[in-house]
């Protein structure tokens, strides 16, 4: 590779436009040609270069920028001064092969790392400041930054051919998938490239490339599309992403013609080893699969009496050989339950099926585990499962695309949900957070972070302009688990609009509350759901009542909300360790937002807030959609400050969404009121 990349042609470049905006004269890069990196780091530099040309350094600002792995810094003209500097920022622990330094003294500035990889982290780090180098690091300056998860994962839940009810992305709301196109990998992978960039930018380094449903013409990646998955990961490499497969537990019958998929079987077993050999030829740095099997309908090794240990080694077994990983994802429950069958709890499915197998996976086995027991709700329990798991590697599933919170057509900030999650304490009693096993500091193994893919061939990557704010706050938090949800949104803002720093604030106010906006007009007090079936937008109060999926929220004219305890209920609450099932158990002590999740109450139950359900519930399906008025109000009055794409995007996105929001407090309110009877203590205006 030489000469300068072009990138984002005819695309949003998202948070990455601030090149233009950093007054550096010189910019070297000093790395070892052989590291997988270097021609990134050096096209990256090229960039700034091109764009940087003509600019005139501020008086103050940074004329010169090193970047330089540190074995070669006493080559470098640096200076022995700064030198010294840049060894003394390292931490005692060592920087690792992905963290960096950046240190400044005057108008020199070093970026220093172990490898390529951390100095092209190390730039992305100062490019996302957005301002001029001299406005953010101040003239003597000096910071280290460390991965806290070493994998730092996304999935793509693209299908290669568009299916009938999923289309081409599942759960995308933002076009089609641009790696595939008529059941095949696109030609021209400029736009994979240009993700690459953007993902590494926010520190992603892997990324499983297609749906985890895996279909016909996708099992197929194994074989007769494997060159194109080489190409695929031949892009992504050079940004230090690694490529993972989403692959069928069956294909040793689909595509090896076995009449079984058993994997206590030797051919069974010897298909997949033959398999995983052919694609290691093809891209010998794979990081593995990801594998949904006996999930809404996968195969999986129930079908043969066994477990998912059996399932799951079977497959690390074939991978291991080459260093490769399996992520078996957890989400496995029966999606063909009777509703009438009350003994049957979807929210216990996956800690039943997996907790009595810990210890028995392989150590290139992880388990990947959805933050929630159901299905990525507003608001839900935090998994049991994932601080049960002791000697398992874990990794926590997040969502990004929005199937659940207003798909990329409503302002849903997430930040906020994952940062709950990740301080999460397991234990309730000072045990290790959500955070603390996803990054290992919990002493147990772990596999990362992993979360579902918001983007698509819309020009703006994410439908919603301000859905990119979700793909940025993922990478960072998966990067940096304490990070504070805002300072990350405010750093989003900064490097993607040219807008004053009012109505920056603005518009980061607007966007930070609007998840729990988003929770108030949606179901209520944790119970989930509630939304149309399939699509899974707007409401539909009992579209999932007397359904086979497992979700329910068992409203009658007294009362509404599962039961979940051990005393009347499913048990569920026992999967948490003391004191949190006890705090669970008792709806005196059980968390306000969490109350339906766990319990079945009547109306008039008293809250902790001090209202009765059916009072809040009126209350939240008001006050959200006042709050979503105050949106388009609020945003009606920076708006024409903002470029006229996103003008218009977000325009028309608050304009639904404001809408919907409407159809749901109507509908919610409707039916309590209808269900019991109780007016709402305000009088206000609740349609019969
Ligand atoms: C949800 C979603 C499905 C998806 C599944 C999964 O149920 O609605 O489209 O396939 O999650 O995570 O596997």
């Known amino acids: 590779m030489s000469g300068v990349r072009s990138f984002f042609a005819g695309t949003d470049p998202c948070w990455l436009t601030p090149a233009t905006k950093q007054p550096v004269l010189r910019a070297e890069v000093s790395v070892d040609s052989a590291d997988p990196l270097a021609d990134t780091v050096r096209a990256e530099l090229d960039l700034l270069r ?43 622990a060592g920087l690792g092969a992905e963290g960096f330094v950046v240190v400044r003294r005057g108008e020199r500035l070093v970026i220093a790392a172990g490898a390529g990889r951390g100095l092209l982290y190390g730039w992305y780090h100062l490019l996302r400041q957005a301002a001029p180098l001299a406005a ?62 953007l993902l590494a930018s926010v520190g992603i380094n892997a990324l499983s490339v297609n749906n985890v449903n895996v279909h016909a013409t996708e099992t197929r990646l194994l074989t007769d599309h494997l060159p194109d998955l080489a190409r695929i990961a031949d892009v992504l490499r050079e940004h230090g992403i690694t490529t993972y497969l989403s692959v069928s537990y069956a294909a040793p019958i689909e595509l090896g013609g076995l009449d079984t998929a058993d994997p206590r079987e030797q051919r069974v077993a010897r298909w997949w080893a033959e398999a995983v050999e052919r694609v290691y030829s093809a891209i010998p740095d794979l990081g593995g699969f990801v594998v949904k099997a006996d999930s809404e309908n996968r195969p999986g090794p129930f079908t043969y009496g066994a477990d998912h240990a059996d399932g799951a080694n079977l497959l690390a077994r074939a991978l291991r050989p080459h260093g490769g990983t399996v992520y078996w994802r957890c989400f496995v429950y029966d999606c063909h339950q009777d509703w009438r069958d009350r003994s049957t709890d979807r929210a216990r499915a996956a800690y039943d099926h997996f907790v009595p197998l810990d210890g028995r996976f392989d150590d290139n086995v992880v388990l990947q585990v959805k933050y929630g027991p159901l299905d990525f709700q507003v608001r839900e329990a935090v998994s049991p499962l994932i601080g049960a798991l002791r000697h398992t590697r874990v990794a926590l599933e997040l969502q990004i695309t929005q199937e659940y919170t207003g798909q990329q057509r409503h302002i849903c900030y997430l930040g906020p949900l994952w940062t709950e999650i990740l301080g999460f304490d397991t234990t309730g009693a000072g045990g290790p957070t959500i955070g603390d096993i996803a990054s290992g500091r919990a002493g147990r193994p772990t596999g990362g972070v992993v979360a579902v893919s918001n983007v698509g061939d819309d020009a703006n990557w994410t439908g919603h302009k301000l859905a990119q704010a979700n793909l940025f706050a993922y990478g960072r938090l998966a990067w940096d688990p304490l990070a504070s949800p805002d300072e990350v949104l405010a750093e989003w803002a900064r490097a993607t609009f040219a807008v004053d720093a009012a109505t920056l604030a603005e518009l980061t106010a607007l966007m930070s509350g609007s998840l729990r906006t988003y929770e108030k007009y949606t179901a209520p007090l944790g119970v989930g759901f509630m939304v149309t079936p399939h699509t899974h937008y707007g409401p539909s109060v009992n579209g999932y009542e007397y359904s086979p999926w497992g979700t329910y929220h068992f409203a009658d004219r007294d009362g509404v909300g599962v039961d979940r305890t051990v005393a009347s209920g499913s048990g569920y609450t026992a999967q948490y360790p003391e004191p949190l099932a006890s705090r669970y158990e008792d709806p005196a002590s059980c968390p306000d937002e969490l109350l339906l999740f766990f319990h079945h109450v009547p109306y008039s139950h008293v809250l902790r807030s001090g209202r009765t359900v059916i009072q809040h519930i009126y209350d939240t399906h008001f006050d959200g959609c006042d709050e979503v008025e105050d949106l388009v109000r609020r945003w009606s009055a920076i708006a024409d400050r903002f470029d006229a794409a996103t003008r218009r995007n977000v325009d028309e996105r608050l304009a639904e969404q404001l809408r919907c929001a409407r159809e749901w407090r109507d509908q919610v309110n409707t039916y309590f009121f209808r269900m019991s009877g109780v007016p709402d203590a305000e009088g206000r205006t609740i349609h019969r």
């Not at 806290?148 to 709301?173: L, T």
């Open 50 to 92: 091109q764009a940087a040309g003509a600019a005139d350094a501020a008086p103050d600002g940074v004329r010169e920028i090193l970047l330089c792995t540190l074995d070669r810094l006493g080559r470098t003209p640096v200076g022995r001064d700064l030198a010294d500097a840049v060894h003394a920022a390292v931490p005692r």
């Open 136 to 197: 953010t690091t101040g003239a003597d300056h000096t910071e280290a930054h460390r991965p806290a998860c070493a994998v730092r994962m996304v999935n793509q839940w693209d299908n290669m051919a568009v299916h009938p009810v999923m289309g081409s992305v599942e759960r995308g709301y933002a076009g089609r998938s641009f790696f595939y196109r008529d059941g095949r990998v696109v030609a021209d992978l400029s736009r994979v490239r240009d993700y690459a960039r």
